[in-house]
């Protein structure tokens, strides 16, 4: 199994831009969380979904951030407008009901100017 | 919710000496605690995890105890070597819905 898969792996963009990050969890696995890794507040989780249904995303810091998971085998996390203090690394990760381990991928390397 | 903190944020030791990182958590009902190693610039990867009916678990020169009592559990790190040079995080879950709350962070340097 190739993992976890996130694209693109580094996005730099323009404050006010649309930002759109892309996961692919490991197939057969049924949860699916997303991330954001800064220095100052470490890792935060966002959002997460069970078999496509989102359960909690308590941790979606504004309206600007949406995250949809159309089908098992993909997820997007959006920034609509994007703004400089969402500069982070978000990762996402993916982990099968009945196991404890969460599998994390590459990540995504957000600069926005 | 739950609230895990962790101890100490930076720790430099010897190769070959031991390295030992603390964290607390909050929520009684917590019942399982993994522990991720990041290198620089790559991911959070699993290295040992324990449930709260085991008070502690080994894996060659790494080892996790737990005390639930006392809400805090440690990662134990023997014979370190320079590829042990990383950020390690511990985290708390209840379980039920997999959420992990994450502690900060310890930077570990391993001396040549």
């Known amino acids: 199994d190739a993992g976890v898969i996130q694209s693109p792996r580094h996005e730099v963009t323009e404050m006010g831009q649309e930002v759109t990050l892309r996961c692919k969890p490991i197939?057969?696995?049924?949860?699916l969380f997303w991330y954001r890794q800064t220095m100052m507040r470490g890792l935060e989780l966002l959002i997460y979904?069970?078999?496509?249904?989102?359960?909690?995303d308590s941790g979606m810091p504004e309206d600007r951030f949406s995250a949809k998971m159309p089908n098992a085998s993909f997820s997007t996390l959006k920034i609509q407008p994007s703004e400089p203090r969402d500069s982070a690394v978000y990762f996402c990760?993916?982990?099968?009901?009945?196991?404890?381990?969460?599998?994390f991928g590459p990540g995504t390397r957000l600069t926005v100017l | 919710g739950e609230n895990v903190e962790q101890h100490p944020s930076t720790l430099s030791v010897q190769e070959g000496d031991s390295a030992v990182i603390k964290c607390t958590y909050s929520d009684s009902a917590s019942n399982y605690f993994p522990w991720y190693k990041q290198e620089l610039g790559k991911r959070p990867q699993l290295i040992i995890d324990?449930?709260?009916?085991?008070g502690e678990k080994k894996d060659q020169r790494i080892a996790v105890t737990l005390n639930k009592t006392a809400k805090h559990f440690s990662l134990h790190i023997t014979e370190t070597q320079p590829e042990d040079s990383a950020v390690y995080f511990c985290a708390a879950s209840i379980g039920v819905d997999y959420k992990l709350s994450f502690g900060a962070g310890t930077t570990v340097t391993v001396r040549a």
């Open positions: 990760a993916s982990l099968e009901r009945g196991e404890d381990t969460q599998y």
């Open positions: 197939s057969g696995h049924d949860y």
């Open positions: 324990i449930r709260s009916n085991v």
């Open positions: 979904f069970n078999n496509n249904v989102p359960i909690d």
